[in-house]
DNA sequence: CTATTAACGTGATTTAGGTCACTACCCTGA
DNA sequence: TCAGGGTAGTGACCTAAATCACGTTAATAG
């Protein structure tokens, strides 16, 4: 399947580290291909997050929705990303986040049982987990940062930056929403920046 | 020493395994005591943050400053905490953060080439870095949200449910800056919510 | 092929929170 | 013992960004 082809360079090169013909037949045999058509979702607001998805193709968000209705992302992800609330996964905990194909998406998916047990067994996938631990974490902080200390302006310059293919790939409002920001100013900004 | 013996308590604990004596005594062999005296830095802008520590005492803030000489505060530690700049630590980058001792500190310190060892050779040791870093994930996760979402007001709210002993151990200009606040602003929310 | 709905732009107005200025109260150290 | 830095409270003012309101165009569904 070349779904799984992806997803096997992928761990290689994360990891640094070879699957044998083993490790892959056992990764064919647990993570399950689904597919999601645009909006449906892939985890909703007070369901444990059961599934871990790779995403194989497509694009989707993770948000809240407070009191007001008002949606904020959290989360844009795009092929090769991993789909999950880590708090309801790790926990089974119901999530507070809901997560939405933002376009059609094919995912592999997983459970946490079956994740255990690929990390016992298969070192790659294993020195991978720890690799993106860590990118996560960086990222997370970073974002921290960004949100606590940056003005809008900033922040969309940061995105520009570091994340330039998310303007082609999502709409202003999702950009707009994942930097914090309502629409209009995140418009006005672009307007000015143009100059 | 008693700092080793909080510090294994500490990781059977979060563990869930047991430490043999040749852990303990490889542990003890690698991790060094260090101490700072209150507004001494663990760790300096633009350096390599060479080492993590685990605090035995004391507290401490991770903080970058602005163009305009602003601090903003991205993380304060306590007794039982790890003190590094992540990114730093695991990339080798030069770090943008500064960590600053806020009242005198005993750390015990070790190198990444160390904790690559630990993290191989003791079973605890590795199943205690997996559990934090699932608790940083999540960590980070929930302040995201919180910036983007939360107004001044409901950001202290959630500070005070979820870290009450911070208000005792930290500084009001301390925590406007963790939250992202003037410190006027704080002494306002702080003076409404008395009512 | 219309009819909706989503997406984006732009002006007018409002507001949360920042900035500046001044005061009072500890501490801590020479 | 007293001076000076760190800490907190409060008023007056300012500004970045949200909100509200409206148009325009592009995309999608029936």
Redesign the pocket.
């Given at each position: 399947m070349s779904n799984f082809e992806a997803f096997f360079d992928y761990i290689q090169e994360i990891s640094g580290k070879l699957l044998s013909a083993d490790d892959k037949h056992l990764l064919m045999a647990h993570f399950k291909p689904k597919k999601l058509r645009k909006r449906q979702y892939f985890l909703q607001e007070g369901d444990v997050c059961k599934y871990i998805g790779f995403i194989v193709k497509g694009s989707a968000r993770t948000f809240t929705v407070d009191e007001k209705g008002?949606e904020h992302i959290l989360k844009l992800s795009l092929e090769n990303w991993w789909l999950a609330d880590f708090e309801s996964f790790y926990l089974l905990t119901p999530s507070r986040f809901n997560i939405e194909a933002l376009e059609d998406l094919e995912v592999l998916q997983s459970t946490n049982a079956q994740i255990e047990e690929f990390l016992k067994h298969i070192p790659a996938f294993s020195a991978m987990a720890n690799v993106i631990s860590q990118n996560y974490t960086i990222a997370n902080q970073k974002r921290v940062q960004a949100a606590m200390s940056y003005?809008?302006?900033e922040r969309y310059e940061d995105l520009i930056s570091n994340y330039p293919h998310f303007l082609k790939r999502f709409?202003?409002?999702m950009i707009a929403s994942y930097l914090?920001?309502?629409?209009?100013?995140l418009?006005?900004i672009?307007?000015n920046s143009l100059k």
């Open positions: 008002h003005t809008a302006e709409s202003q409002n914090g920001l309502s629409p209009e100013t418009s006005r672009r307007k």
